[in-house]
């Protein structure tokens, strides 16, 4: 394939991921109807905290969802594809795996399940934290905000698996013979709290360097002229 025509196909390649995050949010609100059997016989019960949690879950981890897509818009128009498939495939695999999030993100109220939401994250972000640390290691360059965002997804990573750890071995595990429902509920609103908190910390941040980008560009239009 010569450049040229290489070059054409990878502008081309952002819509393909466009239409994985689309499948993602068409197939969660599916999930989420037929959990509530919304558009037949409704069972959500906002005096339920079980189904108000799930409710919550979905919600929070769309926002998440949302996030994760608006990070990757803002990349592909800062820097496009180039030269070769590898950052499509990236980024193919980051995105459709946010479809297994949004689908565990309905056993929040399931006191055996919730452990497999958290360790999603934590694997969704170890793979992120890995694609920053890609060309650290092998000298391949290096990417805008490079080591604010691995450390940022490092951190939130292990977080995630110290959450789901805490929820099999002290919920989990022995919810057959020691239930206890109070502090299932404190660790699934906690794990949301972060998960909400860290979405919008992200959005904040991404907005920040638009700006910061808008406010230069003038600038920089500037001196060149001269």
């Given at each position: 394939m010569d450049t040229p025509t290489l070059q054409k196909v990878l502008t081309r390649l952002p819509n393909l991921i466009t239409l994985f995050f689309s499948l993602t949010l068409v197939t969660g609100f599916r999930l989420l109807n037929d959990h509530f059997h919304w558009n037949t016989d409704p069972t959500f019960d906002t005096s339920n905290w079980h189904d108000a949690v799930v409710l919550a879950s979905f919600l929070v981890?769309?926002?998440f969802i949302i996030t994760a897509w608006l990070g990757f818009s803002v990349l592909i128009e800062r820097v496009p594809y180039e030269h070769t498939f590898n950052r499509f495939?990236?980024?193919?695999?980051?995105?459709?795996?946010?479809?297994?999030?949004?689908?565990w993100s309905l056993v929040a109220s399931n006191p055996t399940k919730f452990q497999v939401y958290a360790f999603g994250l934590s694997g969704w972000h170890l793979l992120m934290?890995?694609?920053?640390?890609?060309?650290?290691l092998f000298g391949?360059?290096?990417?805008?905000?490079q080591r604010s965002d691995l450390s940022s997804h490092a951190i939130i990573s292990a977080i995630y698996l110290a959450l789901g750890l805490a929820f099999y071995f002290m919920v989990a595990k022995n919810w057959a013979t020691n239930?206890?429902?109070g502090l299932q509920f404190g660790l699934v609103l906690l794990t949301?709290?972060?998960?909400?908190?860290?979405?919008?910390?992200?959005?904040?941040?991404?907005?920040r360097r638009l700006q910061s980008d808008f406010a230069s560009a003038p600038v920089a239009a500037a001196a060149a002229a001269r």
């Open positions: 981890t769309l926002t495939l990236f980024d193919t695999a980051r995105i459709a795996a946010l479809f297994p999030i949004l689908m934290a890995s694609w920053y640390i890609w060309p650290m391949n360059g290096s990417r805008t905000g239930p206890q429902p949301l709290a972060v998960v909400a908190t860290w979405s919008i910390t992200r959005l904040l941040n991404l907005q």
